[in-house]
Every structure is written in C-alpha cells, then in structure tokens.
C-alpha cells in the first residue's frame, strides 16, 4: 500500500497544499527525501506566487494531482549538504526555480538545456527520479539536487528576487535566444503582470525602446512612470493600433487567457517575432496570410536551462532588477489566489515563509 | 476617359484574360508599354500555371480585377533592351516571377527582399508605376524593368524552368532563410503538388534527409521513387505521425486548405521550425503548449527577392532541378485550370505560349 505523505520520506516537512479542484490551500503535514551525496537542503524563506501555481491548485491544465504544494520561485538558506556537494555551503543564499530534475543524458540534458528535456521533472506536481511525487516551495524545507540551485547574488534581495526565478526567467531566455538585445530595437510587451513587468525591466536593461501593449488603460501610469516603458498602447483602441502597424521588431506576449493574435502580428515589421509565453487552456487562432505576407513568426519558450537562469540573476543583480511585489503571510494565501485571478497585484505576491508558516 | 486596353499603351500585344469571376479565360487584345531605358522587353515562350492564378481569376481572394490577364512564371527570349540596361542582350534567355515593381527605398528593398516592400507590385492585377493595369504571362510578350528579370543558365530547358519563377523561389528562399539546409538535417515537406515537389528537389540538392506529409497514400511511389524523398508520411494515420513525433528539424508547409497544426508541431524536434508557405483563408488552430514545451516557431514566407531569386535559378542550373511539368496549348487553359482545382496535374501545368498563342 502506498505511503501516506508523512511517511513517505524520512525528514519531516509542512507546507500549505491545495487538495482538490476548489483549489483552497491549507496546511499539510508531509517529508522530504533523505539528502542524496548531490542534494541540498533549502531552509524556504520566501517563495513567489506564480500564475502557474494557481492554474495548477485548479486543475485547469487537467493534469494536477492532489494534493498538491504549489510555488516554484523560492528562495532561501542552505542548511545541509549531500557529501558530494561542493558548489555550496551551510548559510549561503539560493534560490530554486521551475526545474528539479532531468534526465541528465538526452540531447537537451547534453546540451545544457535542461528545460527542454522530455523528463523534466518540476520543483511540484512532478514525479522524481525515486517515483515520489514532488511538492514546492509553499513549504518550509526542499531537497533539491544542487545541478538545480542557484546561488543568489549578495545584492539581490532574497524576497523582490524570488520571482526572477519563474518570471524572470521565462522572459529573458527567449529575449536572448530571439535575439531581442540590440540595442535601439522596439520591443512590445503584451499584457502587464508577472511577467510582463519584468519584461519590461529586463528590456530597458538591454537597451530597447520598450511599449507596452495592453487592454486595461489603468496601467499607463505604472507602465511609463513606475516601470520605465517608452509608451504605452491600449490594445482596445483601433486608431492608436492602426498607426502603430508594422512599428515593433518583436513582442513578448505574456497573456494567459485566450486572445486573438491578429492585431499583435500586425503591429510587428517584416521579419518581427511574437514570442508567445502565457499557456491559455485552448489554443489561439493563429492567422498565416500575416505571417507570409511579413516572414513573422510565432515562437514559444519554456523558463530556461540552469546555466541560463544563474545569468540571468547574475544579470538583474548588474542592473539592479527585481520585481515589484506585494509580501504576504501564508495564510492570506487563499485571498491571494482570488486577486491573482483578477490579476489584482502589482505584480507578484509573495509569501513570507519563513516569517508566516508554522505548525 | 479611361482608354481601351488595347490602346493604353504603343504596342500591340494579345494574351488570353479572365473577364470576371468565373474565371474563364479568352482570347484578349491589349497592349504593352513602349521599352523604357531600364526596361528588359522579351517575347513569350512559355508560361507556367500556378496555384495562386486560379485564385486570381475566381477573385477568391477578393481583389481582383478584370479584364486580368495571369501568369508569373513567365520565361522568353530577350528581343529589346533599354539604354540603360546592362545585364541583358537580345537574346538572352530570361525569366519573370511574381513581381515586377517595388518602391527601392523601404528597408526590405534595401535588403534585396522587394518581396516584402508594402508597396510591391504584383505581375499581375496591380498598379504599375504609371498607374496603368500590370498583366501577366498568359500572352505574347513581356516587359519589366531589369531589376526584375532573371537570366536563365542555358542548361535550363525553359518549359520545365519556368515554374522555378514561383514555386521555386517561394520553397528555396525560406529552406535557406530558417538554415534547413545542414547537411543531415531531417526536413519534412506537407503537400506533394507544384510547391511541394520542387521543395524535395531543393531540399535534396541541400543534401539533407526529407520526408514527405501527405494525406494521399497514392504519392508514396511518386515521392520516394521519383522524387527522391527519402519517406513518407500518411498525416491521417495516427501510428505513422506517432512514430515520427519529435525527429524533424523544420517542415515546410505547402499546402493552403485549411489543415491542423497540432500533428505537424509534433513531428518538429526541440527548437524546430515550423514554415507555411502555403495561405490558407482562415486562421488555423494554434496549439500553445507544444509551442512552449519545445521551443518551436511557426512562420511564414513569400516568394523571395531577386537576388535570391537569380541564384535560386543559378542554384538550379547547377543542380538540373526543373519542375515536373505538364507541357499545354493556350486552348487548353480552362480544363487546366478544373483539373487543378482538383489538384490532376503532376506537377505543374506550362503554356506553349510561342507555339500555341495566337493572335486571331
């Protein structure tokens, strides 16, 4: 008979999961593998709510399986080293993003991208290498193979940089594998909210003319003022997106729900890309006569390899880039979770695990 | 008011012309601009029938005008060239695709890619710079401006060239422009008709391995056997795509009836490259997850500009790639035109146009 989750592993744990498709979180008694020579203990301090780990809490994907810890962008404290480990020591500062796990021998592994390995295993509602079911970082501890840890830089706030870990990420991959880093270039970025923000940040930071592309006008302060963007476009204006057509040479389109992607094709040049980010439950009607007539394209991209992302924080560290968040304790979770879905945050929660979880 | 066709312009010429939706094609008197200092005149030899003149005579795509004379795999031989032209002699075997004008100062121009200028001019039922209707190869002579004529190698049989002018170009151009042509590179053609044909012919000359998609069980022969394919793939049998899932390295996508996408993303490989060169009417589903999980694209191309488009040719001579053609006398256009709605033609229909057009 299979293992109660407490009896599972060794190391006693205890987080906030969700249990069925209501999504409600609350708190849950598990354990945590013994630490193999390569793992690493993670002490959680803070961990990013991501867009992510509510689509998940709520099946909308259809493949949760309960119960589930969400929260794949924590950061936190080592506390214990497999034997084998020598990239880290007790007390230094590190961060686990979307990945704990892959094959390790595929041509994607080989390569060093280790988020394109068919194997992939995700820091929860993942099966490990030992057929354990693995849970995030809305817990207090996680064992994480340290190939999967990144060291946080000494001035990169541990809670303002733990959504760089998903969210950040997961636009600065394909900005560097799309080529969006000439300086000068347009880049729009569509939708304002984890993501997007960063996008933005991360933009300027590579010297780009950066506009934001959104349906809600109530975000042109924050866009222009608060988060550096060069301009700002209401989507819902047919006069503004007219005589921006043909005007970005690409677009980082970061909108989870469903949505035509017409009017974004047409605002790109000849030869524009429209990297597609956010994972809507249907698939989009994609237009070709605009991709023909332009020799656009439409391109995906998932997080990104490890190497990757310790650039990546190595990168906002430089630039002094973190996200704009909202600090929560974890029992404000549930609440969190029903603002997120109105998108009511700017533009990350998240949640002080260490300060707020307890037993 | 408006002059007549035939007295638009100095000199005669006589083509055969679609006069309104049916598309039907007759016999049509017209004329042709006097030869400017750039201009490359040539009379007709032959004239191959694409897809796209089909489209244009139904007005299926809404914006045709008529009387509309098609054709835009026009091939000849030269008998007058303007003062300033320097790449041409009377002669010259020559060729013209689908474009013939362009505005020279966009920064696709500059680039050599006129085929993306927003104000390219079409071969056919478009605006010339003189605001004077542009008519296309179903006729007897041709002109255009130098920049958009192509020498053809004399090893080049012209009937069988001619169709290099369009579905040549519109394959060679993206299988150079997405790198699909790294020599063990495994590339997948949809659609085995005038497009997709040249596209394994191409693509074999590159040296990389190809397979074609195809939802016709009866083009296995044609496509290994004759083509060249290296295999062949039924998309409507779910045991064959699923064994072929994720080992492609690009596809390119020839085919304009509305299709699904989701089964073609699944054959690329991580990082993939999905390429339509095909339009079809209506937006297809886009399925996003398969997108992310493998970094894969799906794009477009159009033609290609006429610098690609000479050493498409060029490429061609060197490697004796022709299209498969169907050799046809002007009075046969309009059974040509049914039997390639329904896709009757292995591959490609040409006109005799300097044996079989005639002035009445």
Not at chain 1, 174 to 200: E, F, N, R
Not at chain 2, 186 to 193: E, F, P, W
Not at chain 2, 341 to 346: F, G, L, P, S, T
Request: proline content about 6%; some cysteine; aromatic content about 8%.
């Amino acid at each position: 008979m299979a293992k109660s989750p407490q009896e599972e592993h060794p190391q006693k744990a205890f987080g906030w999961a969700a249990r069925d498709p209501s999504g409600i979180l609350s708190p849950f008694h598990f354990s945590r593998r013994e630490n193999s020579p390569d793992d690493v203990t993670v002490r959680v301090l803070f961990c990013g709510v991501c867009h992510t780990d509510l689509h998940s809490i709520k099946n909308d994907w259809g493949f949760t399986k309960y119960p589930i810890i969400p929260g794949h962008e924590f950061t936190g404290i080592v506390t214990k080293l497999g034997k084998n480990v020598k990239k880290f020591k007790l007390g230094d500062k590190v961060g686990v993003g979307v990945m704990v796990g892959s094959c390790r021998s595929c041509e994607s592994c080989k390569q060093g991208l280790e988020n394109y390995c068919p194997k992939m295993m995700f820091a929860y509602n993942s099966i490990y290498h030992d057929g354990t079911k693995n849970y995030g970082g809305y817990s207090n501890m996680v064992v994480v193979d340290q190939h999967f840890v990144l060291r946080f830089p000494d001035n990169l706030p541990l809670a303002a940089g733990a959504p760089l870990l998903c969210a950040g990420i997961t636009v600065y991959s394909p900005m560097k594998y799309y080529g969006m880093t000439q300086a000068g270039k347009h880049l729009g970025v569509s939708g304002l909210g984890g993501l997007g923000h960063v996008a933005v940040k991360i933009g300027k930071a590579f010297g780009l003319k950066v506009t934001v592309i959104s349906a809600s006008p109530n975000k042109k302060d924050d866009a222009i003022k608060r988060l550096g963007s060069d301009a700002f476009l209401l989507s819902t204006d047919p006069a503004k997106m007219k005589a921006a057509l043909g005007t970005m040479d690409y677009i980082i389109d970061t909108v989870a729900a469903v949505h035509p992607l017409g009017p974004l094709l047409g605002l790109l040049k000849v030869n524009g890309k429209l990297i597609t980010l956010g994972l809507p439950e249907k698939p989009l009607d994609l237009p070709i006569f605009p991709l023909v007539l332009g020799r656009k394209l439409v391109g995906g991209s998932n997080i990104g390899s490890m190497k990757e992302t310790q650039e990546m924080l190595e990168f906002c560290a430089k630039h002094n880039i973190t996200a704009d968040i909202e600090m929560i304790r974890m029992d404000y979770i549930n609440t969190a979770m029903e603002r997120l879905a109105k998108s009511d945050v700017r533009y990350r929660f998240v949640i002080d695990v260490a300060g707020s979880l307890s037993e | 008011m408006a002059k007549s066709p035939e007295e638009e312009h100095p000199t005669k010429a006589f083509g055969w012309a679609a006069t309104d939706p049916s598309g039907a094609l007759s016999p049509f008197k017209f004329s042709r601009r006097a030869t400017g200092e750039k201009d490359v005149r040539f009379k007709v030899l032959y004239c191959g029938i694409c897809h796209s003149d089909l489209h244009m005579v139904k007005n299926e795509w809404g914006s045709s005008t008529y009387p509309l004379v098609p054709g835009h795999e026009i091939v000849g031989i030269v008998t007058e060239v303007g003062s300033k032209v320097e790449k041409f002699k009377v002669g010259d075997k020559v060729g013209v695709g689908c474009m013939v004008g362009a505005c020279h100062s966009c920064d696709s121009c500059a680039d050599d890619l006129e085929n993306y200028c927003p104000k390219i001019i079409l071969t056919y039922g478009a605006t010339y710079y003189d605001g004077t209707t542009t008519h296309g190869g179903y006729s007897d002579v041709m002109i255009a401006e130098e920049r958009y004529v192509v020498r053809f190698p004399d090893n080049l049989p012209l009937d069988a060239g001619a169709p290099l002018l369009c579905a040549g170009i519109t394959v060679y151009s993206p299988l150079q422009h997405f790198g699909f042509t790294k020599p063990g590179m495994h590339i997948g053609v949809v659609g085995l008709g005038g497009l997709g044909h040249v596209a394994v012919k191409f693509a074999k000359a590159f040296g990389v391995k190809v397979t074609v998609i195809s939802t016709s069980p009866s083009k296995k022969k044609e496509a290994t056997e004759h083509l060249g394919a290296d295999s062949f793939l039924v998309s409507r049998d779910p045991d064959q795509m699923q064994a072929a899932m994720g080992t492609m390295d690009g596809i390119i996508d020839t085919v304009s009836a509305v299709h699904p996408l989701f089964p073609l993303i699944g054959l690329l490989k991580s990082h993939g490259k999905l390429v339509m060169v095909g339009a079809p009417d209506r937006p297809l589903e886009l399925p996003i997850f398969p997108l992310l999980m493998g970094r894969k694209i799906v794009a477009g191309s159009c033609i290609g500009g006429m610098k690609e488009t000479q050493e498409m040719i060029d490429f061609a001579g060197k490697h004796n790639i022709t299209a498969d053609v169907e050799v046809i006398s002007i009075d046969y256009v309009n059974t040509a035109m049914e039997r390639l709605r329904k896709a009757d033609v292995r591959y490609r229909f040409v006109i005799d146009i300097g044996n079989t057009l005639k002035a009445a």
